[in-house]
């Protein structure tokens, strides 16, 4: 966990408003949760119409057009613009709130600057992200001082306390130096499960954050996670993040029959999806397929799903991966002139380490390690 992601805290923001509102701010939240992105703009138009003067729509249509580019494997500039143009008015418009509420501009503000930060820590763009991932915490700190009620806060504060305990040693100080706030994994994980335990907008979301922190080698509880995600699959059954993480659960958990089922990359699940989701969703089906069926040495299934894998366009972060598993395929096989062939052709970090011991521990005798659960899908 890079520093600059312990900054991007983010609580969906809710309010002390009537419950029509925040059941027009749930009904929002649903649909792009998943992953509906049109009619999600759509709803958020119409908040905003409804509620002009306060920042929900903006934000919130912002997260859709964020959560779109995402999709569209951030290589849309047309869609990132409209997430700037969407969060620049988010912002002005709890600007305008400070003097009405103050608690509720320094919520929205907070959750919109850690949005910003979080698109440009995706790009890359560590040094712009610092600065708003830190505001962002400070405007969530301030928020709970003038409102304690406004409990889903406490979601990007336990995100921050969190994610700051598993930093490298050395860059706990400089968090603490921006933020104002030490590292507390414990609190972290508190703060995080009473969000998701309550009745607010952002429990979802909590309960979204603990599925990726309990599905990692930090915390390994592989069964936590599996009941989390499988209450978050079926609520959003369009998200295949959920469905995909569950796969990649069951494989750390050593049920390959399990996790090739999940992927089920020629099911119907796929065909629901919405279009700029569709192709990478069925990549890393195919994929997840492939790797539980190779670890299980069913090479048959293997070479027919690795494939149909082949020949789609990679999503981010898979290619060196598709170029392992083959080359493991070869070993397996016994053509390991081949495999080295493609072993040496591996460069992203984790693969190229795992490349280099097969090298000297043959496939099947060599690790049986899953892919990581890549960012998006």
Request: proline share 6%; with cysteine.
């Amino acid at each position: 966990m890079s520093f600059c992601l312990v900054l991007l805290a983010l609580a969906l923001p809710a309010t002390a408003a009537p419950p029509e509102f925040e059941r027009e701010l749930a009904g929002v939240v649903d649909l792009f949760y998943d992953m509906d992105f049109d009619n999600a703009r759509a709803a958020s138009d119409a908040l905003a119409a409804r509620h002009p003067r306060h920042p929900a729509g903006a934000f919130y249509r912002g997260v859709s057009s964020y959560q779109r580019w995402i999709a569209e494997g951030m290589s849309s500039t047309g869609t990132y613009r409209q997430f700037e143009a969407d969060n620049e008015a988010a912002e002005s418009s709890a600007q305008a709130l400070m003097d009405l509420n103050p608690a509720e501009a320094h919520y929205y503000l907070g959750a919109t600057l850690g949005f910003r930060a979080r698109a440009n820590v995706a790009k890359k763009n560590f040094f712009r992200a610092l600065p708003d991932g830190a505001a962002s915490i400070k405007h969530l700190k301030k928020a709970l001082a003038l409102d304690p009620s406004l409990s889903d806060a406490r979601l990007g504060m336990g995100m921050y306390h969190y994610f700051a305990a598993r930093m490298p040693a050395g860059a706990k100080p400089l968090a603490y130096l921006l933020v104002g706030e030490g590292a507390d994994r414990k609190l972290g994980l508190a703060e995080l499960w009473s969000v998701a335990e309550s009745t607010g907008i952002a429990r979802m979301e909590a309960r979204s954050v603990l599925a990726v922190i309990l599905s990692k080698d930090d915390e390994a509880d592989w069964a936590g996670a599996e009941k989390l995600l499988a209450e978050l699959a079926a609520h959003y059954p369009h998200n295949p993040i959920y469905r995909l993480r569950r796969a990649y659960v069951a494989e750390r958990r050593g049920d390959f029959d399990a996790a090739a089922a999940l992927a089920d990359p020629d099911g119907n699940w796929i065909k629901t999806l919405h279009p700029s989701v569709r192709t990478p969703a069925r990549a890393w089906a195919l994929y997840r397929a492939v790797e539980s069926r190779l670890l299980q040495g069913r090479a048959a299934e293997t070479a027919r799903w690795l494939s149909a894998l082949e020949r789609l366009p990679h999503p981010r972060g898979m290619k060196d991966w598709v170029l392992l598993r083959r080359a493991n395929l070869l070993d397996s096989q016994g053509q390991t002139l081949e495999a080295d062939a493609l072993y040496r052709r591996i460069k992203d970090k984790i693969p190229a380490a795992l490349a280099s011991r097969f090298r000297q521990d043959r496939y099947p005798a060599g690790p049986k390690d899953a892919a990581p659960f890549f960012t998006g899908y």
